[in-house]
């Protein structure tokens, strides 16, 4: 009967309108209530008086340590942004007038003040989930599986190329290509890794399968392997170009790069977090060339992914030149984040600082080359921090040999806003890349996005 509950948007819809109603409106109506039984008292204006100046201290308040703990000590490794931060300002400086207010008032004054401060910190946490899309919906906020296992059936190796496939008459394709949940063993790594997500186009489901390109994705920290298709809304991306593509698309895994939402392995090989980059570069892409009719051709393999995914897309893709010809990389840094760089280089390097630079994006773009590989890079233009490792990152790529597209989505920041406007422009540009189609859509139909400069 509440099967409905997990899959509840948190992002806007019905429960978020509700919230922002009694959020806005619920304060109001006390601070209405506090002097109505005798509004020309003067005790109960000085009340109210101080009930609001609680409010707008605590907001104050609120914004300096959002402030402090995003952008000066970088507690989470990239910038919060200003949208995120005057929401936590303002959650905050609510819920600081409706303690006051619970304080300095009486009876069921006292009891409405309460509630609505619980209402209030509520109101706030999905407010400022909305500021990055981090969590759609309360499945994935929970971390419950989004997705079922995958059938059997559909574990399998290709039948024929593509070429022969695309020349034969299948019939009608289903119109939507199927995710489903995997785990990926750590035959070689022995990496902790949570279940993986696999997107089977629909031409991966019929009686006859070709052999498909296929995309590598990584999805941010903290986050899990479905954010990419819950969040990012990758399923409907990929469907929409199987449409216009006789049912042919990328095979799409997203393996776990991090084996706890909020651990960040950094996708190096650490003896307190596990060997996460061998588990990405030795055990995701020999399970998927011995269980999925993919493509061997490393010109039909593509690596990327968001915020902690693309660097770690920029570490190990300059790396595996012989495995993806592709990467693309939304928000990433210029390097691995987990503390401040000389506590990373003790702590996970074992004070050796060459080590650590070894792995870092500028650095590998620049070691592995020459390099043929295409590198799409992509932020929000709100996102400083992105756009400036996008400006760095360029050059060194280039200079190595990759050829680079610049993708700026408008008016958006580091969250998964930007993700679900480039996606569609990335897939589309990849299918040139990966053999599927004979050239790309023009920037200028594509509603927010433009190149970069």
Known sequence: MLDWVPDVNLVDGTLVSMLRVIALGGPVALLVAMVLPDWRSRAAWRRVLVVLGAGVASGAL???????????????????????????????????????????????????????????????????????????????????????????????????????????????????????????????????????????????????????????????QPGSPDD?????????TLDAYAAAHDGVAPIVVVPDQ???????????????????KTYLTQDVPAWILANLPVSADRTQWALGGFSQGATCTMQLGPQQDDRYASLFA????????????????????????EAYERETPLRTLADDAPSGQYVVLAAGSTDAEALRNIDAFTPVAEQSGRTVDRL??????????????????IVDRLGVRLGLDDQATAITQWNGVEEGR
């Not at 706890?260 to 003896?271: G, K």
């Not at 939304?330 to 600082?353: A, C, K, V, Y």
């Not at 700026?408 to 406007?421: A, E, K, N, P, Q």
Request: charged content about 15%; aromatic content about 8%.
């Open 62 to 220: 609120g914004l300096l340590v959002a402030w402090l703990v995003s952008d000066v000590l970088d507690v989470f490794g990239v910038s919060i942004g200003w949208v995120a931060m005057r929401r936590v300002a303002l959650a905050l400086g609510e819920i600081g007038l409706l303690v006051v207010a619970a304080i300095v008032t009486r009876r069921w004054r006292r009891w409405l003040a309460i509630v609505l401060a619980a209402v209030a910190l509520l109101f706030g946490a999905v407010q400022v989930n909305g500021a990055f899309g981090q969590y759609p919906t309360l499945r994935l906020a929970l971390g419950l599986p989004r997705y079922q296992t995958i059938d059997a059936s559909l574990l399998r190796g290709a039948d024929e190329s593509l070429d022969v496939w695309l020349a034969q008459d299948h019939g009608t394709t289903p119109g939507q290509g199927v995710v489903a949940s995997v785990d990926i063993p750590a035959t070689v790594s022995g990496f902790p890794a949570r279940t993986a997500d696999v997107y089977l186009p629909p031409a991966a489901l019929g009686d006859t399968v070709p052999a498909l390109p296929v995309i590598v994705a990584l999805a941010g």
């Open 228 to 236: 990419m298709f819950v969040a990012g809304g990758l399923a409907a």
């Open 258 to 276: 991090l084996g706890d939402p909020y651990a960040n392995p950094m996708c190096v090989d650490t003896a307190q977090y596990g060997a996460s």
């Open 330 to 353: 939304i928000s990433s840094e210029l390097e691995p984040t987990n503390g401040t760089e000389q506590q990373m280089i003790d702590q996970w390097f074992g004070g050796d600082r």
């Open 408 to 425: 700026i989505s408008d008016g958006t920041g580091h969250d998964w806003y930007t993700v679900r406007r480039v996606l569609p422009v």
